[in-house]
């Protein structure tokens, strides 16, 4: 089993930059990718970023290119997602998800593939 705890949401106005935080404890040899998805109101949970702890290979979603970056801190476990240059499109819940999945964005864009996932946490972007 493997447990996740995102940290790091909050209210910023459009154009600020908040820094995610997920944070893996128990059996994580057996994970391969994390991702964070995000839900906004009356939406559907969509796929942001992936990262691939060996090689460190990563993955985005097209609205969020060039404005998230997803990195990772092997030695504390941790995957971060850092957001610049947020818009009210970027309000949602974000959750963080790990996995053992193949490699490749077809794979890590697939949340039901995720074996783990942790609470979420919120992130309010004003106009």
């Known amino acids: 089993q493997v447990q996740l705890t995102e940290s790091g949401g909050g209210l910023v106005q459009a154009g600020g930059s908040l820094r995610l935080s997920c944070v893996a404890s128990g059996n994580t040899n057996s994970v391969t990718t994390v991702g964070w998805f995000r839900q906004a109101p009356g939406k559907e949970r969509e796929f942001v970023a992936a990262?691939?702890?060996?090689?460190?290979?990563?993955y985005y979603a097209d609205s969020v290119k060039g404005r998230f970056t997803i990195s990772s801190d092997n030695a504390k476990n941790t995957v971060n997602l850092q957001m610049t240059s947020l818009r009210p499109e970027d309000t949602a819940v974000y959750y963080c998800r790990a996995g053992r999945l193949g490699s490749g964005s077809y794979f890590a864009k697939r949340r039901e593939l995720y074996d783990y996932g942790g609470q979420g946490t919120q992130v309010t972007v004003s106009s």
């Open positions: 990262l691939r702890w060996s090689g460190n290979t990563q």
